[in-house]
C-alpha cells in the first residue's frame, strides 16, 4: 500500500509539473498511435492520458477511432502505408492476421518482433508479464515464421465450456447426483426438465439454446465431447476438417435429436428467440455458457445472475465438465490473444524510439509500482476516491470522477497496454464484501479451470486452420454454413434420416469449394 501511495503522490506530482512545463514535453519521443473507441468516448489530451504521458515521459499523439470506422479506417491507411508508428490490429473474420494486414507484413510495412522477444535478454524472458506465457500463446501470435502481432493480456482458458445450472431444482426435484458423461446428462436433463415442468407449473425446457448450431456458444463444447476437435481439426489422414463433417458429428446430432424427441428442447430452438428457454429467467434447467459466469453472490442478492424478475431462491451452479466418446465438454479459445497491437516497420529506423514504445507498451507492475491499480482505476483524486471502508467511489460529487474517468477513458487502455493476464476466479467470483461468491462456489470454479487446464495441456485442443488462409474459403463459406444449418435443423427434427444426412456431407466435402479450402490451408 506504501509503493501504491508513493507512486501515486510521485506522479500526481508529475502530473502537475507536466503541464507547467510544457517546454520540456517538446523535448520528449512522440509515438503516434490508432486505438479502437468502444462508443466511450474518451478526449483527447486528456488527464489518463497525460498521466502516462508523464509516467513514461513520453509524447503520445493518440487517435481513439469509434470502433464502427476503425477497420475501414486503419485499413486505408495501411493501404497507403501511412499507419502510426503503432495500431491497435482487430480481429477480421475471427482473425487478427487478415489478408490486408498479412498483405502490408508480406510488403515489410510492420515489424517482426521476434529477435525483440526471442533474442539475448530479450521481452519473452524478461518481462513479468510475457515470461508467463507458454509458447502455444506466442504460436497464436506468428504468422508466416514472424511475429508482428503483440498480445496484451492471455485469456481466460476455455471460455465457453462451463455447463451452468438451476441447483435450485436439482435440490428441489431430487437431482444432486451430478451427471458424467454425456449419455448420463442427457438423461439427467430430459428427467429435470420433466420434473420441473410438472413440479413448476409451466415448461422448463432442458437447455437454454437458439440459433444455428454451427459455431453456437451454446453447444459447440457438447459437439468437442463427440469429435474431439474444435471448428478445424484434422482427420485421420491428417488433412483439414470442419467439424460438422467429422465422421462423429452424428452422435452429436443423434445427442441434441433425443432432446427434441424426447420435448425438452425448445421447439423453436432454431430460430433467433431468446426468451422461451431463457436460463438467466428461469426457462431452462441448463445451459452452456463461460465457465465463469455463474458468479453468484453469496446471499443471491447483492450479485444477481437471474432476471430481477426471479426471486431469490434460484440458485446457480456449475457442473464438472463431462464426458463424451472423444473428449470432454469443452471449447478452446480461438485465440487466447484477448487484444493486439502492430508497430510500424519504420521505427526500426529510430532505435531510440522503438526502445520508447518497448517502455510504453510492455510496461508492468513490477517496473512501476501501483501500474496495475491506475490501469484500472485511474488516479486518485481525478477518477476516484477512497472511502472509508476502503471500496472507491468513481462517481463524486456531480459526477465529477464519472466524467473524467469516461474523458480518460479509464479502464480501456489496456486493450493497447499491457496488461496482467485474465483470472475471472479472483474478478468475478472473490470480489470483496457482500458480492463475494460463496467458498463452494469458489472451489468449485477452481476445480472446473483445473480440469480445463489439463485438458487443454495434455490434447492441444485448438483450432487447426489459426493463422491460415483460403480464398475459396472467404468467397464460399457462408453458403456452405447455410446449407450446412439448415441440414442440421432437418435432422435433428427428424425431417431427414441418417443417410440422407451423409450423402450430404459427402457432396460438401467432396465438392471442389471444399477441397479447394483444405487445399488451401495446408498450403500455408
Known sequence: MKKVLSFILVFALALTMGIMSTAENKDRITISVLGVDWGYGPSSDSAMERYWEDLFDVNMEIEWVNYNDYNE?????????????VIQVNKNDGAYYYPIFTKAIDNGQFLDLTPYLFGEGGLATTNAVFKGWSQSMWDQATY????????????????????????????????????????ELKEWLIQLSNAAT?????????????????????TTAFAVAFTGQMDWGYDEDGNFEFICFDKNYINFL????????????????????????????????????????WNQSADRVTNRIFDKVCPDTYEAWCIMPVEGDNGIVIAANSSDI????????KVAEDEAKLNKIFQVFCAT??????????????????????????????KGPDNVYGQARTEGYVGAWNQIFLKTDADQITSKFMRSGAQRASDEAIQRARDIRAVLAAYLDETGLGFSNQNKFSTTYNNTWANIVSDTNANI??????????????????????GADYQAIIAEYAAN
Not at 73 to 83: C, D, E, L, R, S
Not at 261 to 272: I, M, N, R, T
Not at 369 to 383: C, R
Not at 499 to 508: C, G, Q, R, Y
Open 73 to 85: 479506417k486503419v485499413n486505408a491507411m495501411i493501404v497507403a502505408g501511412t499507419q502510426p508508428d
Open 144 to 183: 508466416n515464421g514472424g511475429i508482428y502481432i503483440l498480445p496484451r493480456s492471455k485469456a481466460e482458458i476455455a471460455q465457453q465450456s462451463g455447463i451452468t445450472v438451476r441447483r435450485d431444482l436439482m435440490k428441489k426435484y431430487g437431482f444432486e447426483d451430478e451427471p458424467t458423461t454425456m449419455e
Open 198 to 218: 410438472e413440479g413448476e407449473g409451466e415448461k422448463i425446457y432442458a437447455l437454454d439454446f437458439y440459433g444455428d448450431l454451427i459455431n453456437n456458444a451454446r
Open 254 to 293: 443423434n445427442w441434441m435429436k433425443d432432446l427434441y424427441d424426447a420435448g425438452v428442447l425448445d421447439p423453436e430452438f432454431a430460430l433467433s428467440n431468446s426468451d422461451t428457454s431463457k436460463w438467466k429467467g428461469g426457462r431452462s434447467v441448463a445451459y452452456l455458457t463461460a465457465w465463469y459466469n
Open 338 to 345: 484477448d487484444s493486439c497491437i502492430a508497430i510500424s516497420s
Open 365 to 394: 507492475e513490477e517496473e512501476y509500482p501501483g501500474y496495475n491499480l491506475v490501469m484500472s482505476d485511474g488516479v486518485e483524486g481525478i477518477h476516484y476516491a477512497v472511502l472509508e471502508d476502503g471500496s472507491l467511489d468513481k
Open 489 to 510: 435443423t432437418k435432422y435433428i427434427m427428424g425431417e431427414i434420416s441418417a443417410e440422407e444426412w451423409a450423402a450430404f456431407v459427402d457432396s460438401i466435402v467432396n
